[in-house]
């Protein structure tokens, strides 16, 4: 007798477009708690904030502002993490032995109460001066799928999904600080990169003013033919929860207060 191969499970994957408060870590830390809890009545396996969500992007605050890996600023958030089943990615400035400046770091909130870390690998022009390059991060099993993470610059270079995709992502995050006169540049890169390597991208964008940017929002995700299934309408706090498997994905939009 034959057996059929087992369908992939569904996955719900969630951008998290929110409006941050310049370096008030206390502010931000409450509206990670309210996206997070949105987040997870939808039923998200995986949850991705913006480049330094829990600050703003501000270089010239991240020294001060920096954490250091077993910072209590996370633990909240952990438990939150744990308790949905739901890996979170929230952005913060990373205090690193040696290492005379912060990296831009994605900290990785796991479902079963673990604590990782991604570190931007690729600063843009002028980010040297506040900040160190890191060394990036693992894939991260998100249901039966592998998922790679990247921080803004990181997507502006070719080899960075290209390595994600031979190690077997299926899934490329990416949390970014884009403005209005760049979107139409990057999102054509994320769209490429879905197309050329057969992965679904997902891009959580401020949606606020941020570091002296206007941050454009307009959150998105590609499949993995380069279609773009669903993107948030513009800026404001908004989620957008994309559900379904490789190649069969549908999404909608949320907007929070």
């Known amino acids: 007798m034959a057996f059929l191969p087992e369908k992939p499970m569904a996955s ?14 206390e502010a931000n830390l409450a509206t990670h708690k309210v996206f997070m809890q949105h987040a997870a009545e939808s039923g998200a396996r995986l949850l991705v904030f913006p480049e330094l969500s829990l600050t703003g992007y501000e270089p010239t605050l991240a020294r001060d502002l920096a954490q250091t890996p077993e910072s209590a600023l996370f633990d909240p958030l952990r438990r ?12 913060v400035p990373l205090r690193v032995p040696g290492r ?35 060394q990036g991060g693992e894939l991260l099993p998100v249901g039966d799928q592998l998922v790679a993470l990247s921080v803004c610059a990181d997507f502006s ?30 999102s054509a890169l994320l769209l490429g990169h879905a197309q050329r390597h057969g992965m679904a991208v997902l891009m959580a964008n401020h949606g606020g003013p941020t570091g002296g940017w206007a941050a454009a929002g307009r ?27 490789p190649r069969d994905w549908c999404g909608r939009e949320v907007v929070l207060g």
């Open 100 to 134: 005379d400046k912060p990296q831009i770091a994605a900290c990785i909130l796991q479902a079963d109460g673990a604590l990782a870390f991604y570190t931007k690998q690729y600063l843009h022009g002028g980010e040297e001066r506040f900040f160190s390059p890191g």
């Open 157 to 186: 270079h070719a080899d960075h999904p290209a390595r994600a995709a031979a190690g077997g992502a299926r899934v490329y995050a990416t949390s970014v600080l884009i403005g209005e006169g760049g979107y139409e540049h990057d």
């Open 12 to 25: 719900v994957l969630v951008a998290a477009q929110c409006a941050v408060r310049a370096g008030d870590l």
């Open 219 to 245: 959150s998105a995700f590609w499949d993995e033919q380069g279609h773009c299934v669903a993107q948030v309408g513009g800026a404001g706090n908004r989620l957008l929860i994309v559900a379904g498997q």
């Open 80 to 91: 939150l993490a744990r308790e949905a089943g739901m890996t979170t990615v929230v952005g």
